[in-house]
């Protein structure tokens, strides 16, 4: 699992959100692992597997890990 209950992540273009469950659902015939996401600022509950790549997920940073990446940004190599 990448992320654990109680983490703060990113979610697609939903925002910011809250890990409160991870949860075995049923796709395609196949038990997955999912994540139950609770946006912050949405009204509202998200169920999505947890080895998707397809929707963009990442965790949120702290304030020293946002300097440090701002510090490294000369460093990093364009795409």
């Known amino acids: ?39 912050l600022y949405q009204s509202c509950m998200i169920f999505t597997r947890a080895d998707v790549e397809s929707v963009f997920m990442r965790p949120i940073i702290n304030k020293e890990e946002a300097d440090k990446l701002i510090e490294n940004i000369k460093n990093i190599e364009p795409a």
Not at 3 to 26: A, M
Request: one cysteine or more; proline letters at 5%; aromatic letters at 10%.
């Open 1 to 39: 699992m990448r992320f654990s209950i109680g983490d703060l992540i990113i979610y697609g273009e939903t925002g910011v959100c809250r890990v409160e469950e991870i949860v075995d659902k049923e796709f395609l015939g196949e038990i997955r692992p999912c994540y139950k996401l609770q946006p």
